[in-house]
């Protein structure tokens, strides 16, 4: 099993944002989990789905219960 992983910049591009926003995530404890290698910072594949599924919702005031757990 290959384990992928995202960049800053790919993880951004995936969700649209900037990559500045990640960052600020990142200083407030939010978004998926991440790795530091030096100075450079990635996210594993599974982190990032991990992440999306435990914020996916079925209504404005309903969120779906992930079965697997998330992040």
């Given at each position: 099993?290959?384990?992928q992983h995202?960049?800053?910049?790919?993880?951004?591009?995936?969700?649209?944002?900037?990559p500045y926003?990640?960052?600020?995530?990142?200083?407030?404890?939010?978004?998926?989990?991440?790795?530091?290698?030096?100075?450079?910072?990635?996210?594993?594949?599974?982190?990032?789905?991990?992440?999306?599924?435990?914020?996916?919702?079925?209504?404005?005031?309903?969120?779906?219960?992930?079965?697997?757990?998330?992040?």
């Amino acid at each position: 099993m290959e384990i992928q992983h995202l960049s800053q910049n790919e993880l951004a591009q995936r969700w649209r944002i900037s990559p500045y926003t990640l960052e600020k995530w990142r200083m407030q404890g939010l978004g998926p989990r991440y790795i530091k290698l030096g100075n450079r910072v990635v996210y594993r594949q599974e982190d990032v789905e991990a992440h999306e599924n435990s914020h996916t919702h079925i209504g404005t005031s309903q969120p779906v219960v992930c079965q697997g757990g998330g992040v």
